[in-house]
């Protein structure tokens, strides 16, 4: 697994958190890193979890031939790509994943619900599969709420996790 990003301390919790390999973005070339890492292949899924357009194109460049690109970012607005020498030559599978749209109840076609897919987290989490108390990089009470939004909202920042303590006196 490759991580990328362009703030250092989010590339140090990736470590932490079982990341093989980090890249930033903001010092290095992504898709030459990516192809070096991965010995000219490319990467086999790529994950685009940013709420920025602009990535897209770089992963459409390092997607390994007939590898699999899954947007579980919110991506606003419009970037513009080649469909021929990017997508089809490459024979790439481009999946948009967003969780409000995973069915409440299972069916044949789709047996992934949102209870499942929760539960699934959850279990992991719990196995110790899935370490996540390191991504926890702000703690506020309620009436923090407002602050803390705002940081999100500005973009990025040293940040990851907003976890808050309903309980917590002020």
């Known amino acids: 697994m490759i991580g990328i990003d362009l703030v250092a301390s989010r590339l140090e ?11 930033d973005a903001s010092r290095e070339d992504v898709v030459s890193a990516v192809l070096e890492l991965t010995n000219g292949r490319g990467a ?15 992963l459409l460049r390092v997607a390994a031939l007939s590898g699999r690109i899954v947007i579980v970012g919110s991506l606003p607005g419009t970037v513009e790509i080649s469909l021929y020498d990017e997508i089809q030559r490459k024979e790439l599978t481009i999946v948009g994943a967003w969780q409000p749209r995973a069915p409440v109840v299972p069916h044949a076609a789709f047996p992934w619900s949102q209870q499942r897919n929760r539960q699934t987290f959850l279990d992991l989490v ?33 940040w990851l996790g907003v976890l808050f303590e309903w309980d917590r006196a002020a």
């Open 44 to 58: 086999d899924v790529c994950f685009e979890a940013t709420r920025s357009p602009r990535n897209f194109p770089t």
């Open 13 to 23: 919790h990736a470590k932490e958190g079982g990341i093989h390999a980090v890249i």
């Open 126 to 158: 719990q196995a110790g599969t899935i370490r996540v108390d390191h991504l926890i990089t702000r703690r506020g009470r309620a009436e923090d709420a407002p602050r803390l939004y705002g940081e999100i909202a500005a973009g990025p920042g040293d």
